[in-house]
């Protein structure tokens, strides 16, 4: 049996690769833990681990030199960054970026709350919250 191509539509593209892990960094297996260091943790993993403990919102986790999986788009209730990689805005740093229509709620984002990340980078996410939280990702974008 024989596949013949499908047209992708012009629009909007994924520009995101994964790749290999870097040197030194490991996959996250513990979903729960309180901080992780040189691991690759899918945020979609961890969300649903403190789902299944009762929990709606990963709170009160310390990432340093981490790799920030997705897919996915990141909530930010309240959180630290330092020297941190958002992404490959491909061109664009308003690519990450999706403002929320409503004023009171984000319905199928991963709400993440008082998290630290540090040195870390993320891939294949996108970023919604207040809107001076993603301002301040724009203005990264906005030469000076």
């Known amino acids: 049996m024989s596949r013949t191509p499908t047209k992708t539509p012009k629009g909007p593209v994924m520009t995101e690769i994964y790749g290999p892990l870097p040197a030194g960094i490991n996959r996250a297996t513990d979903f729960l833990a309180a901080a992780y260091e040189n691991q690759a943790v899918s945020l979609v993993d961890l969300l649903r681990a403190r789902m299944a ?30 020297g941190t990689d958002f992404g490959n805005p491909a061109g664009d740093i308003r690519n990450l970026i999706l403002r929320p ?31 001076s939280f993603l301002d301040q990702i724009v203005a990264l974008g906005t030469p000076q």
């Not at 709170?59 to 990141?74: A, H, M, Q, S, W």
Request: negative net charge; hydrophobic residues 40%.
């Open 53 to 82: 403990d009762g929990q709606a919102v990963i709170r009160d986790v310390t990432f340093k030199n981490c790799r920030i999986e997705g897919p996915g788009v990141v909530l930010v209730l309240g959180c630290h960054f330092e």
């Open 101 to 131: 229509a409503s004023q009171t709620s984000v319905v199928g984002a991963i709400p993440v709350d008082g998290c630290t990340f540090t040195a870390c980078q993320f891939m294949g996410l996108g970023f919604t919250g207040m809107d």
